[in-house]
């Protein structure tokens, strides 16, 4: 008797990103607003980090409220149907369940389902990480779209005196619909993990701690110095074998859009790509802050929104962070 072959899915050769969608936080908090509690000032959080503003979500605005405003202009820039919706990827660390999973609510209010969807704990990477879980499944035939977001509520974990991360940070949500093309939209992806350093960003104690009575509420912090060092010398090699990886050279880039961590990481990664003038450079952060794993698709939808780059160009995108994390890919703008 001869052995059945089993049946596999169509595949296509390509996918690229067919639209994004971003919700900030409603609320602008000003440096003044948390320099007092860390014994600090406008000028030395400018200074070190280039932040003016950040926004952040109020007490009446949940994680999940911002994920779906995004989701759904995303879904609508697409113009798909979100019952075409294959796949919801939603990456947070700030999703107060431990199960079930943010995303299969979100399927359910953006109307994917029964769409199988999952969360990703990648923090700052996370976003990277699901576009590269979009590109292979819409790849490999298992959707034919697949909804990315990441999203934030980090003002949930901040304690306001704080001095190594929580004047940084700012909540929103970002997302994106994956499916197929007849071009290369998604080049390859270049990430991985650095364990050695898992305590570099993380929180005070565990849940556990906190339930025994242990500990306060737990709070994000980070190792500043160790993140920074990380950042600057690792993440620009990492960029740079995204570019090798996809065939191109860093001239040819429209758009760089890295994690908006902090300026100065920025622009020493602008430094090390050698990049052109004419690249534009996304610097979100200024009045965002950041927002982890929304950062990315966040920085790039506003610098479509306000004109600096156009559909169709190339834009290098690197999420970095705790874990410590690493994502990087070239995409075409959608």
């Known amino acids: 008797?001869?052995?059945?072959?089993?049946?596999?899915?169509?595949?296509?050769?390509?996918?690229?990103?067919?639209?994004?969608?971003?919700?900030?936080?409603?609320?602008?908090?000003?440096?003044?607003?948390?320099?007092?509690?860390?014994?600090?000032?406008?000028e030395w959080i400018r200074q070190r980090t280039g932040i003016v503003t950040r926004r952040r979500a109020g007490a009446d605005t949940s994680l999940m409220d911002m994920a779906v405003a995004a989701?759904?202009?995303?879904?609508?820039?697409?113009?798909?149907?979100?019952?075409?919706?294959?796949?919801?990827?939603?990456?947070?660390?700030?999703?107060?369940?431990?199960?079930?999973?943010?995303?299969t609510l979100l399927a359910e209010l953006v109307g994917a389902n029964p769409a199988p969807a999952y969360d990703i704990s990648a923090a700052c990477a996370g976003y990277c990480y699901g576009i590269a879980q979009a590109d292979a499944m819409v790849r490999s035939g298992v959707a034919k779209f697949v909804l990315v977001v990441g999203a934030e509520k980090l003002s949930d974990v901040i304690d306001p005196t704080d001095r190594t991360i929580s004047f940084l940070l700012g909540d929103g949500a970002g997302a994106a619909i994956v499916g197929p093309s007849e071009y290369a939209g998604i080049g390859p992806?270049?990430?991985?993990?650095?364990?050695?350093?898992w305590e570099a960003v993380g929180m005070t104690s565990s849940m556990l701690d906190y339930r025994d009575g242990k500990s306060s509420w737990p709070t994000i912090r980070q190792e500043g110095q160790t993140v920074f060092r990380w950042a600057v010398w690792e993440m620009a090699k990492v960029a740079k074998q995204a570019l090798e990886a996809a065939g191109i050279e860093a001239s040819d880039l429209s758009a760089l859009v890295t994690h908006q961590a902090n300026i100065r990481i920025i622009d020493e990664m602008v430094k090390q790509l050698d990049l052109p003038e004419n690249v534009a450079v996304a610097r979100d952060i200024v009045n965002t802050g950041n927002t982890s794993a929304a950062s990315v698709p966040l920085a790039m939808h506003e610098l479509l929104r306000t004109g600096a780059v156009k559909s169709g160009g190339y834009a290098l995108e690197i999420g970095f962070g705790a874990g410590l994390a690493f994502a990087a890919q070239v995409v075409v703008l959608p």
């Open 71 to 103: 989701s759904n202009e995303a879904i609508k820039g697409a113009g798909i149907d979100p019952k075409e919706i294959g796949a919801v990827i939603f990456s947070t660390i700030t999703h107060q369940h431990a199960t079930p999973s943010a995303a």
């Open 189 to 197: 992806t270049v990430w991985g993990s650095d364990g050695s350093k």
């Open 1 to 42: 008797m001869t052995k059945p072959e089993l049946k596999q899915y169509d595949t296509v050769k390509y996918s690229r990103i067919y639209a994004l969608g971003a919700a900030r936080g409603e609320l602008v908090v000003t440096n003044d607003d948390v320099a007092g509690p860390i014994d600090s000032s406008d």
